[in-house]
């Protein structure tokens, strides 16, 4: 008589979006993921790094006296 006899009671309801709130929250969070803007972030956050290393390497290479606050003010202007 069907498959349903072969399944116990307590399987029979599986919750779905619409009857479980967390589902139906990470259903909407996944529908409303854009995937380009998370992209365009890690992008600025990559160029900034980049930044941050090529000034180090410039800094390094110039050997300035980083102690001397009016050499960084110097440095702070042509950046």
């Not at 009671?9 to 479980?20: E, L």
């Not at 993921?33 to 290393?53: A, G, M, N, T, V």
């Not at 390094?60 to 042509?78: A, I, Q």
């Amino acid at each position: 008589s069907g498959c349903g006899s072969l399944i116990p009671p307590q399987f029979s309801f599986i919750p779905t979006a619409s009857t479980n709130p967390k589902a139906a929250l990470k259903s909407k969070i996944v529908a409303e993921f854009r995937p380009q803007s998370l992209i365009d972030e890690l992008l600025l956050y990559k160029r900034s790094e980049d930044q941050i290393e090529l000034k180090e390497k410039q800094l390094s290479t110039m050997r300035v006296d980083v102690c001397s606050t009016e050499t960084l003010k110097c440095l702070k202007g042509k950046a």
